[in-house]
């Protein structure tokens, strides 16, 4: 797959580069990428991909330092070829040689990339789940001097659901009583998932309301009437569904349900990929897969 030049998407509130010179990936070169979380399962999904796709170049890979994997070639371990990249624990050494971070680690660990990609002027992409309310002043300090996408889930297809979302939340009246439904396989170990968080954020934007003061986690026992103005989520955990998200507007005699299904890890792959492309080229700022796409 080759390098396209980026679309006109919105700028997110980035400020004028300065400091270093261009990088490799923004003079057309091959972007130098490093993977964060290169072990799991979304790592590997990338790894495999990396191989048919001559616009990256991998130049480090790094896992966590517990990991039985440490020093095994990173696409042998991925299920693909060999690539000459070993799995690491440290990022900071590998960031003079690299043009963006991919982040797909452990949610523990994304302060520490953040800050090293921050101090090293890397651009950096963020799709880890449950990535900790508590760093969201760090977030958005490092955005002042990186470009920085942070996305609960890269999928192209999701990113045009929170745009739906968003519409339908503004354009329908209040008595219109909003459901989210996550569904995803035995071993996800966060409930509700981010993009269900997502959804209902972006619901809650459309309706000028903080998410924290009207969400509801699932409903047991007495629970009593429905609460107006209440964005209700419920998780459903089993099997290998890969993903599935619906969100429902619940009104008087009508329903409108605007859902998205996945049946292939790769698409989040994919996604994070092409839109790593598209972030190594923009200006310092904080940016969402809707910039991507232009929505």
């Known amino acids: 797959m080759s390098a396209t030049p980026p679309p006109g998407a919105t700028q997110g509130g980035g400020v004028a580069p300065s400091g270093p010179p261009p990088s490799g990936a923004q003079r057309g070169e091959s ?28 130049v480090g890979a790094v896992v966590s330092e517990r990991s039985a994997a440490l020093g095994q070639d990173a696409g042998r371990h991925a299920g693909a070829s060999e690539c000459g990249v070993p799995l690491s624990a440290a990022l900071a050494p590998l960031l003079p ?23 090293a002027g890397v651009p950096l992409l963020i799709g880890t789940t449950g990535v900790p309310g508590e760093i969201e002043a760090a977030l958005q300090s490092a955005a002042q001097r990186i470009a920085l996408l942070v996305a609960a889930n890269t999928s192209l297809g999701v990113s045009v659901l929170l745009e739906l979302v968003r519409r339908a939340a503004a354009a329908l009246p209040p008595g219109f009583e909003v459901e989210i439904l996550d569904v995803h396989h035995s071993r996800k170990v966060d409930a509700p ?13 459309a309706r000028a309301v903080r998410l924290e003061e009207h969400a509801r986690m699932g409903r047991h026992g007495a629970a ?20 599935e998200h619906e969100v429902r507007f619940l009104g008087p005699g009508e329903t409108l349900i605007l859902a998205h299904r996945a049946t ?12 790593g ?8 700022g904080r940016y969402a897969m809707e910039d991507v796409l232009s929505i």
Request: charged residues 15%; hydrophobic residues 50%.
């Open 224 to 243: 009593g009437p429905r609460t107006p103005g209440e964005i209700g989520f419920a998780a459903v955990r089993g099997g290998d569904v890969v993903g």
């Open 97 to 119: 040689q690299t043009d963006l971070v991919i982040d797909f680690s452990a949610g523990a660990a994304v302060a520490a990339h953040l800050a090293a990609c921050t101090a």
């Open 31 to 58: 972007i130098r990428l490093t993977l964060t979380g290169a072990s799991g399962h979304m790592g590997a999904q990338i790894l495999r991909l990396l191989e048919a796709m001559p616009a990256y170049r991998l």
């Open 264 to 275: 292939d890890r790769a698409i989040f792959a994919r996604g994070a990929l092409q839109a």
């Open 277 to 284: 492309r598209w972030l190594v080229r923009q200006p310092p």
């Open 193 to 205: 998932s981010g993009t269900a968080l997502a959804l209902g954020r972006a619901v809650a934007a």
